[in-house]
């Protein structure tokens, strides 16, 4: 786990290559964060790159919110996001559970377009569960907002995992 005073000595290849998984298959942000070095803090590293995603175009922020799997879904996953839903207790859902969460993918998706996000290292099954027909009554703007502020927290908690 490299300090942040050698993460900021670091070639921009090499800096993007170590903190890109901080947001899913998303790498151009910490690429276009890496002149902004260097950070004083982990925490200001994290606030430098949640402004570059807040001044990203809006087909880049959608980009962004699609790299994120389905919870219980069917498709590749990384390792991170692996790890972050088992944490959440969605590696062990009942048939019944597996079922009503695909629904509510496909639900999400239909509404909006995009997967359903939410931080679920922050989050149990249940929780997640509740979240679902809660959010559904979102205006599009708002899930997109609430997307995105999800994808902040996911990236501060990798973010820790990588930085001392």
Known sequence: ???LAELNALGREEFTRLLGPVFEHSPWVVARTCSQRPFRSREDLHAALCDTVAKASDDEKFSLIRAH???IGDDEITEASRAEQAS??????SPEEVKQFREYNRQYRER???PFV???RLNKKEA???AFPVRLRNSREQEMQ???D?????ADLRLGDIVQ
């Open 112 to 114: 909006f377009g995009f």
């Open 118 to 120: 939410i931080c679920a």
């Open 128 to 130: 997640i569960a509740r």
């Open 150 to 154: 999800e994808i902040y927290k996911i």
């Open 1 to 3: 786990m490299p300090k």
């Open 88 to 93: 959440a207790g969605l590696d062990h859902a």
């Open 69 to 71: 799997p389905d919870l």
């Open 146 to 148: 609430t997307a995105l």
